[in-house]
């Protein structure tokens, strides 16, 4: 059985930072998409960050890029979110997810398993 477990959300005030950590029980994702996605209150759920299998390539949406960080240490099955210069904007649950095999993907559908999500809130 796959899952997936987030932590390090909490609440900071807007300039702070953020590491968000995703466990992964079940599968070895070395060869495996991984993405961060987010949901805030009233929204539908949207990408933030994807990395590909081999970690080569890392894509974010745009309101992110030079912020957040995407990283992963297979070696622990985990990846990681570093997330600077937070902006109350960003508040949202944060989910992990593992994509498909050999592959990057960027859309919510290629994700086959998700965690519960961790909350991130950002004061102003």
């Known amino acids: 059985q796959v899952q997936l477990v987030e932590s390090g959300g909490g609440l900071v005030q807007a300039g702070g930072s953020l590491r968000l950590s995703c466990v992964v029980s079940g599968r070895t994702i070395s060869t495996y998409a991984m993405g961060w996605f987010r949901q805030a209150p009233g929204k539908e759920r949207e990408f933030v960050a994807a990395i590909s299998w081999s970690g080569d390539y890392i894509d974010y949406t745009d309101s992110v890029k030079g912020r957040f960080t995407f990283s992963r240490v297979n070696a622990k099955n985990t990846v990681y979110l570093q997330m600077n210069s937070l902006k109350p904007e960003d508040t949202a649950v944060y989910y992990c997810?593992?994509?498909?095999?050999?592959?990057?993907?960027?859309?919510?559908?290629?994700?086959?398993?998700w965690g519960q999500g961790t909350q991130v809130t950002v004061s102003s």
């Open positions: 997810a593992l994509g498909p095999q050999w592959a990057m993907a960027q859309t919510i559908n290629e994700y086959d398993y």
